[in-house]
């Protein structure tokens, strides 16, 4: 291959970790998004927790483009699109097809959050869509690991450690304070009435 593929490939190669990193780094701080904390702790938490997932999806545009746009990864506009079609390894491609799917349903459900917020159904049902990133974050490890031709490569099998570590992390960490029961208020013993025989 010439110059222009083997860049394109090394495009491809970086912006699908790159994705996968600010992915991971997203779903690790929704993940730790609780009310607990003062306001400008929330408030941050929750800027990073969008920043970072409006550039993981930027980038993994120009992960797919540069996919499509290399001649040797044989995927095609049809297996991109269309999950487990794809002329490479089409499984593992048609995991990060759907992975894609699921990340921009939860982006569109995110940027809703104040539509579904004005009930409480509503509220309910936006935190059950919004908690697929979980599933769109799996497929895409996956998806990376198993599709991508680097993966024996050391460092890289660190970054899929490194963002695998964080996220699950992050949720233990979401579940012990779940589970954390709150402080046992007791009842002050009653004092006797003034005067009382």
Known sequence: PGDGVVTL??????????????????TALGALMTDRGNVVDRVVRHYVHRVTASLGLAVLAIHITTILA???AH??????LIPFTGGYRPTWVGLGTIAVYTFLLVAAVGFARGRFAATAKGAALWRRLHCLAYAGWA???WHGFLAGTDSDVTWVRGLYVVCAAGVIGAVAVRLMH?????????????????GAR
Request: charged share 15%.
């Open 9 to 26: 490939w090394f495009t491809a190669r970086g912006a699908g970790l790159a994705a996968l990193l600010l992915l991971s780094s997203s």
């Open 70 to 72: 290399d001649p040797f």
């Open 75 to 80: 995927v095609g506009w049809r297996g991109a």
């Open 139 to 141: 497929m895409a490890m």
């Open 178 to 194: 779940v589970k954390r029961p709150g402080p046992v208020r007791h009842a002050a013993p009653a004092q006797p009435l003034v």
